[in-house]
């Protein structure tokens, strides 16, 4: 009877810690699924701001065109945050309708699969399709050529 009783304690052992490494084991994957889910929220919602308040820029750079003082170029530089949620980002513009003023504004985080699209529309001025990264941007407004552009500054 005691040598029952020694197997009995040892598959006990074994039995608990096997419990304790698939609980713990559960539980970290499931946590690093929540922290990633947070960051790509995170993420996504520092893009969006960005992304509005650059859309805001485009159109205030527009508007040089319509005042009668209006210098050959006139620019605006803007700081805008390097990452958004530790990740690099991109800044794209695509041409949605040229003849109506219609753009969209994409933002690419580049170690994540968050992207945001923003629309902007300018008065009289075309938006030079452009990919720059993300920081300090400069928005122009070009005379010769009557566009504004974006630029990494």
Known sequence: MMDDRAVS?????VLIIALAFTL???????????????????????????????????MN???FNETEAVPETA???????????????????LVDDRDAGRYTLYLDAVDSN??????????????RPVRVNGGTLRVTYVDATDEVVIEHA
């Open 24 to 58: 713990t084991t559960g539980l970290v994957l499931g946590t690093e699924s929540l922290v990633e889910n947070q960051r790509q929220d995170t993420a996504r919602q520092q893009l969006e701001v960005v992304g509005q308040q650059l859309a805001s820029t485009v």
């Open 75 to 93: 620019a605006i530089t803007r700081q805008f945050p390097q990452r958004a949620a530790g990740s690099q980002y991109q800044v794209g513009v």
């Open 9 to 13: 304690s040892a598959v006990s052992y």
């Open 114 to 127: 968050t992207n945001v699209t923003v629309p902007v529309r300018t008065a009289d001025s075309d938006l």
């Open 61 to 63: 750079v527009d508007r």
